[in-house]
């Protein structure tokens, strides 16, 4: 997803008064005239990692039911985790922080 943010739509910027030649700094003659502000055409790209966060920190695409299952077997003592599967997607998911798959 890409924003593009467009010249003039910003809010209003205060005016800034220029700067009046001081006599003690040795200053000699007027300062220089402002220049006009111009805008720019800026953008954000929200990656696929962040939208992935977002949609996570909301909740969704979260298997509640299973969840809950695997809450209730925790309880009950009877949930055996596979040592060897988390490994793997640990590996994995190392794999893709790093650059490498």
């Given amino acids: 997803m890409t924003n593009t943010i467009k010249p003039g739509l910003t809010p209003a910027q205060l005016a800034v008064p220029a ?5 003690a700094a040795g200053s000699a003659g007027q300062a220089p005239a402002a220049a006009p502000v111009r805008g720019t055409a800026d953008s954000v790209r929200i990656t696929d990692s ?11 695409g979260v298997d509640t039911a299973r969840v809950e299952a695997i809450r ?20 994995a ?8 798959a």
């Fill in 50 to 60: 962040a939208k992935a966060l977002d949609a996570a920190s909301r909740g969704e």
């Fill in 72 to 91: 209730a077997r925790l309880a009950e003592g009877t949930y055996k985790p596979d040592a060897q599967a988390i490994a793997s997607k640990f590996l």
């Fill in 93 to 100: 998911m190392e794999g893709q922080i790093g650059g490498k």
């Fill in 19 to 23: 700067r009046t030649p001081n006599a």
